[in-house]
């Protein structure tokens, strides 16, 4: 069973926004650190962005700063990835990943022991 679901991908033209959710039932993501990664086809998988559960402490790769913002709503268990000004380049399946927040701000995947189950984001006019 998954401990982590993520939602919100879609179709989108460039230029435009979407929010993605990475909500769990199983997890106290305050616990956590969260971290965003995603698979365009053909590709590997590679690290997005991370904030840690404790307090917030926040990462993102040199390919999406300044355009993509991650956080997270304690109330409702939810870390957010907001994206914005996206691009082709940005298409993928987008998965939530959690390690204990001991961990720091990390970006390697083999750290990360829970995934979802990914969304899809396509940027395309």
């Known amino acids: 069973q998954l401990q982590l679901v993520e939602s919100g991908g879609g179709l989108v033209q460039p230029g435009g926004s979407l929010r993605l959710s990475c909500a769990s039932a199983?997890?106290?993501?305050?616990?956590?650190?969260i971290g965003w990664f995603r698979q365009a086809p053909g590709k590997e998988r590679e690290g997005v962005s991370c904030i840690t559960g404790s307090d917030g402490r926040t990462y993102y790769a040199d390919s999406v700063k300044g355009r993509f913002t991650i956080s997270k709503d304690n109330a409702k268990n939810t870390v957010f990835l907001q994206m914005s000004s996206l691009k082709p380049e940005d298409t993928g399946i987008y998965y939530c990943?959690?390690?204990?927040?001991?961990?720091?701000?990390?970006?390697?995947?083999?750290?990360?022991?829970?995934w979802g189950q990914g969304t899809q984001v396509t940027v395309s006019s």
């Open positions: 990943a959690a390690v204990a927040v001991v961990a720091g701000l990390v970006m390697s995947q083999d750290e990360y022991d829970y």
């Open positions: 199983k997890l106290n993501l305050n616990y956590y650190t």
